[in-house]
């Protein structure tokens, strides 16, 4: 079983903050994936990391594969950041399979 | 043009009652999922299909079945709805090493 923690749990914000989710797991993994879902509902997939750091905008991704850690890194937010980001880890299992497994997300609000 | 499309967007229906959310990517994955989010918002797997092979079969109900007719369609079948079984639905698709595309989700409701 792969434990995977989010911190923090809620997150409020003034516009322009810099912005760090962490995502932390407890067993070796092939790949992780953040996600945003607005408050509409739909899921985005931002990044998938199985080493280093990705840059997508103003989002950083970044994971430290020893460590068991990852953050996501919004710079300059901004309202329209505001969403519940996932992280969820793709973990092998044994024999052929692999899992996802999923935190519980955080919820970020960007107050303008 | 959606990658993954989802049908219906809204499901309400009986208890007891036998239905099925369809599910279609056109990006040539060939893997697709299901997940559910309950009402707390916490997404959970619930199955995956490579190559119409189920690969990951989390511990859900067996009153869910996932149906690969080929490649690009993954339904979700369930039979005999229960309260708890109301959610949203998401269907996702992915290849290889590349990240997961999410369908726009099938709300569910069990009166």
């Known amino acids: 079983k792969n434990e995977v923690e989010q911190s923090p749990q809620n997150l409020t914000a003034q516009e322009g903050e810099f912005i760090t989710i962490n995502c932390s797991y407890s067993v070796g993994i092939s790949a992780l994936h953040w996600l945003q879902q607005h408050p509409g509902g739909g899921i985005v997939s931002l990044f998938m990391?199985?080493?280093g750091k990705k840059k997508h905008g103003r989002l950083i991704a970044t994971i430290n594969i020893q460590e068991k850690h990852s953050s996501l890194h919004i710079t300059a937010s901004h309202p329209r950041d505001s969403a519940v980001y996932i992280c969820a880890v793709r973990w092998y299992s044994g024999g052929s399979n692999y899992k996802l497994t999923f935190g519980k997300g955080t919820l970020l609000t960007v107050n303008p | 043009d959606t990658a993954v499309s989802q049908t219906p967007k809204y499901l309400v229906t009986q208890m007891g009652n036998d239905k099925s959310i369809k599910c279609e990517q056109n990006l040539g994955h060939d893997t697709m999922y299901w997940y559910k989010q309950d009402s707390k918002k916490f997404l959970k797997i619930m199955f995956s299909y490579n190559n119409k092979e189920l690969i990951i079969n989390e511990t859900v109900p067996n009153r869910f079945s996932p149906k690969s007719p080929d490649k690009a369609h993954l339904n979700l079948h369930i039979n005999s709805l229960e309260l708890g079984d109301s959610a949203v639905y998401f269907c996702?698709?992915?290849?290889?090493?590349?990240?997961?595309?999410f369908g726009p989700g099938t709300r569910l409701t069990v009166l």
């Open positions: 990391l199985s080493s």
């Open positions: 996702a698709s992915s290849q290889g090493s590349l990240a997961l595309i």
